[in-house]
């Protein structure tokens, strides 16, 4: 089970900090992604870490350009998108999601499971 929370409004240039708890998900073995979607358009990726051990492998999306990080506690089963310098464009629902046990692509068909989702608005 996958359960985002930290959505919020903030004002442009402002930061947030998502988190995804992976209940029941060994983060070794599962890769997660952060996803978002705006009404009327399709869901993208936005990061993702995958991979064993302390340096896991992250991705981002080329909009992201650096203002995003992507970073997982395997201890407490969480995952964090650490958002900077947020701009009205990034404003939609963010969304978690798990590969299957043993599968480490990122890709976004390749989830198989999703949480309900986390607003965020950028706006002054």
């Known amino acids: 089970q996958l359960a985002e929370s930290g959505g919020n409004l903030v004002q442009p240039g402002g930061s947030l900090v998502l988190s995804c708890v992976a209940s029941?998900?060994?983060?070794?073995?599962?890769?997660i992604g952060w996803f978002r979607q705006v009404p009327g358009k399709e869901r993208e990726g936005v990061a993702c870490?995958?991979?064993?051990?302390?340096?896991?492998?992250?991705y981002y999306g080329n909009f992201v350009k650096g203002r995003f990080n992507i970073s997982r506690d395997n201890l407490r089963g969480e995952v964090y998108l650490h958002m900077n310098n947020l701009q009205p464009e990034d404003t939609a629902t963010y969304y978690c999601?798990?590969?299957?046990?043993?599968?480490?692509?990122?890709?976004?068909?390749?989830?198989?499971?999703w949480g309900n989702g986390t607003p965020v608005t950028v706006s002054s």
């Open positions: 999601g798990a590969t299957k046990r043993g599968s480490y692509y990122c890709a976004m068909g390749n989830m198989n499971s």
């Open positions: 870490v995958s991979g064993r051990g302390p340096n896991p492998t992250k």
């Open positions: 029941g998900f060994d983060l070794d073995y599962h890769a």
